[in-house]
């Protein structure tokens, strides 16, 4: 029997038992991806990330290499499995203990982490995501059809429209907390709608208070609690169309509907022709370690 590693952690939260779960395989170079995918499934998670090591010579040069699985399929990025995961390089691995910052090797390119404090029970780092692709815009009567709520519980002072950091997400900013917090996407429309868009996913969001928004994210057959990819899409969006400052640190709560909140911190800077730096923050806490068999 072949004997797999992995540790489980809970990201975008430093209380355990909140915010977005992750396992992490912390030395998976003798899986093949379709095992990968199995153990994917098997850990029933949003994501499961899966380390490669290299040399260590050849991960200073082009990051540690990691690949990250749904229950579905390979990601070429995620916000919370980049966070998640170099935490755990940064809090378990001795050539990268206390670093200020840890590179990830992922499909999409090199992803870079900083961190902002001595390694605690929680750590705290902020990843900087590619700049961002603005793509299709959308009618709000149709994705409102899509997403199973009344055109009204949408804003109507901003488009619909799909951002990419790496992954795209149609943003969907609704009119208030309250709408928000009604919504119940059916997978089958959602994903009949988004196969003829550039979009992936939708990712909808409220305004809560100065400096908060609110956030949802169902797809597949449920929520998921914090969505980093989708988070840095979301100030890209709200830098471009004057809802924050550039460079002003604001605050998405999601996962409360749930019962899992999460608190993502995000920026990024405009220049009046393109948004660029865009920074995605939170905690990892550390829950559980264990192991998988396979023949």
Not at 96 to 125: C, I, K, M, W
């Given at each position: 029997m072949r004997t797999f590693e992995y540790r489980l952690c809970d990201v975008f939260t430093d209380t355990r038992f909140r915010g977005n779960q992750l396992a992490i395989f912390e030395d998976a170079g003798g899986l093949t991806p379709d095992e990968m995918q199995k153990l994917a499934c098997e850990t029933n998670l949003s994501e499961t990330t899966f380390i490669i090591r290299r040399s260590l010579e050849m991960e200073r040069l082009r990051g540690v290499r990691v690949r990250i699985f749904t229950t579905r399929e390979e990601l070429p990025f995620a916000g919370h499995p980049t966070l998640g995961t170099s935490a755990?390089?940064?809090?378990?691995?001795?050539?990268?203990?206390?670093?200020?910052?840890?590179?990830?090797?992922?499909?999409?390119?090199?992803?870079?982490?900083?961190?902002?404090?001595?390694?605690?029970?929680?750590?705290?780092?902020?990843?900087?995501?590619?700049?961002?692709?603005f793509g299709q815009t959308y009618d709000r009567g149709a994705v409102a059809a899509a997403i199973g709520v009344p055109a009204d519980d949408l804003a109507s002072e901003t488009p619909l429209q799909t951002v990419s950091t790496g992954l795209p997400y149609c943003i969907v900013p609704f009119r208030s907390v309250d709408a928000l917090s009604k919504l119940r996407i059916t997978p089958s429309a959602a994903e009949e709608y988004l196969r003829r868009s550039d979009a992936k996913f939708f990712y909808c969001i409220a305004p809560e208070l100065k400096g908060i928004w609110r956030a949802r994210m169902q797809f597949y057959n449920g929520e998921d609690p914090a969505t980093g990819s989708a988070a840095g899409c979301a100030i890209s969006y709200l830098v471009r169309y004057g809802f924050a400052a550039s460079d002003e640190q604001l605050h998405i709560r999601q996962g409360i509907e749930m019962g899992r909140p999460s608190t993502i911190d995000v920026r990024a800077k405009f220049d009046g022709v393109s948004v660029r730096e865009v920074r995605v923050g939170g905690s990892t806490v550390f829950v559980a370690k264990g192991r998988f068999f396979l023949e």
């Open positions: 755990f390089v940064r809090q378990f691995l001795p050539d990268y203990a206390d670093r200020d910052s840890v590179t990830l090797e992922l499909n999409v390119g090199a992803a870079n982490v900083r961190f902002t404090q001595p390694s605690h029970e929680a750590v705290h780092g902020e990843m900087t995501q590619p700049d961002p692709v």
